[in-house]
């Protein structure tokens, strides 16, 4: 059933359906879909439409006006584990392993990765080496939202220490050919961690360990919204993270070059 509603705010707009599309960084067959079949979309998408268009998103698509079912459950959701620790260890480095276009992992620490699969970082390196781009980003443990995830998490100053034992396990990232290094110093909400179009997010939750924090597996599906909120977020801390270098992470984890000490004179 054509959406006459939307066609003509298209028109009105200037907005041409590929362009709106880019913007809402979905497919433009998409935005088709919605003018030529009727077809509602999610509601954050709907929103973010109608507010490039100039009108209500209820205007457009009167479904939104209708209650959702309490118990309905997005598509995108893979499974949901009560805490993280709960996630069965081969699935990470069966994610890892088959990602074909790209992973990112951010978080503090994501110590937890390397101890409990020691392959894991010569997986991420040999994945950078055959062409997948692969970003890390973890915490500065020099700053004071560190300091601050300490006394959430009742660890106090373990969540640096935490932090900097995990540098010392990715460092051999650090400067490889494909891996781009960052540090950030957020208030970490969520963990995220994406290889291709799957992710598992880390749900943290103030006054708990990170280990206790549910965890939920997403599959990105082709105009949903739940695994691009999660996606945008990874992009906007990116944007203010920082990049280092692996004499950064040394200084960082006080390895600093030891001069050596200068010959004694000798009097004759």
């Not at 051999?172 to 995220?192: D, E, K, M």
Request: net charge negative; glycine share 6%; aromatic share 8%.
């Amino acid at each position: 059933m054509l959406n006459d509603r939307l066609r003509s705010a298209l028109l009105a707009s200037g907005c041409t359906e590929h362009a709106l599309a880019a913007e809402l960084q979905v497919d433009p067959k998409t935005v088709e879909r919605w003018v030529l079949s009727g077809r509602t979309p999610h509601r954050q998408t709907a929103w973010r439409a109608a507010k490039r268009l100039g009108v209500k998103a209820t205007w457009l698509w009167p479904d939104l006006d209708r209650p959702r079912v309490a118990t309905e459950i997005s598509p995108e959701l893979i499974a949901h584990y009560p805490h993280r620790s709960e996630v069965p260890r081969e699935l990470w480095m069966e994610l890892l392993e088959g990602a074909r276009t790209e992973i990112g992992l951010f978080a503090d620490a994501a110590l937890f990765l390397p101890e409990e699969n020691p392959e894991a970082i010569g997986a991420l390196r040999r994945k950078a080496e055959q062409g997948v781009p692969v970003r890390v980003m973890l915490g500065d443990p020099d700053t004071p939202e560190m300091a601050l995830r300490g006394e959430e998490e009742r660890l106090f100053n373990a969540i640096p220490a935490r932090i900097r034992m995990a540098l010392a396990y990715y460092r051999p990232l650090a400067g490889a050919q494909g891996v781009a290094f960052h540090l950030h110093r957020t208030a970490l909400y969520n963990s995220i961690f994406r290889f291709d179009e799957e992710m598992l997010i880390n749900s943290h939750v103030y006054g708990e360990y990170g280990y206790m924090a549910p965890i939920i597996h997403l599959r990105r599906l082709e105009g949903a919204d739940l695994f691009e909120m999660y996606a945008r977020s990874f992009e906007r801390v990116w944007g203010i993270s920082y990049p280092v270098t692996p004499e950064d992470l040394d200084r960082k984890l006080g390895l600093y070059p030891v001069a050596a000490p200068p010959l004694a004179s000798v009097n004759r």
